[in-house]
């Protein structure tokens, strides 16, 4: 449209434009009209170059329609994961490190016996008394994949040198899944429209214990937290 190469939109309906009631009638009222493109929308019988055809008075109605639809699905999948968190099924694409997905139950997590070791290193080193930039000094210098690494290169065992660095650290000696526990709704979408996320209030998490085997004891976890 931008390099003058196209005159004319089809879409089946109008919620093939669009379900933001807002920047489709960006589209209809100022966009399509400002370039001369005539958009059709075949379902909804929506013809901007007909100016006598009744559907399009429709459009504005149809579009919020679509927003309220496009709402109340997200509204859906929000309390269906609501719902498996207070399970306590783990929704993680990656499965912490130390862990793996269970093969038998979805949403449970097991013991992973490589790196699991690694977890328990870790936390040995800091109740020795080593800092966090000593363990992952160690980590590097004996390399110990990283999470990151590991996740990539679990099933075919080639894993490739790389840096620990004190936040991969720090995120696995405060991680209560090492202990049983499976923490969820800790961020959430500011809305259905903006994909960003935000930090919720520990108090808003959901904690449920002893969803899985734990790979550090409860004593030796809250020693660290110490």
């Known amino acids: 449209i931008e390099k003058q190469k196209i005159n004319m939109v089809i ?5 093939r434009l669009g379900r933001d009631y807002i920047k489709t009638g960006e589209y209809l009222e100022k966009y399509f009209p400002s370039k001369n493109v005539r958009y059709i929308a075949v379902n909804d019988g929506y013809d901007s170059f007909n100016d006598e055809n009744s559907n399009n008075e429709m459009a504005p109605f149809k579009a919020v329609f679509n927003d309220m639809y496009a709402k109340d699905i997200s509204k859906k999948v929000r309390t269906a994961l609501k719902t498996k968190q207070i399970k306590g099924e783990y929704l993680g694409t990656t499965p912490a490190f ?3 997905k269970d093969i038998k ?4 997590l097991v013991i992973d016996k490589q790196s699991s070791k690694d977890v328990k290193k870790i936390f040995e080193l800091y109740l020795s008394g080593k800092s966090i930039l000593e ?3 160690i980590l590097t210098k004996a390399e110990v994949p990283t999470p990151s690494q590991y996740a990539k290169t679990a099933n075919t065992q080639k894993y490739i040198k790389g840096a620990w660095n004190d936040k991969s650290v720090r995120f696995i000696l405060q991680n209560e899944v090492y202990i049983g526990n499976t923490v969820g709704h800790k961020v959430k979408k500011i809305n ?7 930090m919720l209030p ?3 998490w959901i904690k449920v214990e002893n969803t899985h085997e734990p790979i550090i004891s409860k004593e030796d976890f809250e020693k660290v937290q110490n």
């Not at 879409?11 to 919620?15: A, H």
């Not at 139950?105 to 449970?108: A, E, L, R, S």
């Not at 259905?192 to 935000?198: E, R």
Request: glycine share 8%; net charge positive.
């Open 98 to 100: 130390g862990y793996k």
């Open 11 to 15: 879409t089946k309906d109008l919620s």
């Open 135 to 137: 363990i992952s000094n």
């Open 192 to 198: 259905y429209k903006i994909k960003k996320q935000v």
């Open 202 to 204: 520990k108090d808003n």
């Open 105 to 108: 139950t979805k949403g449970k």
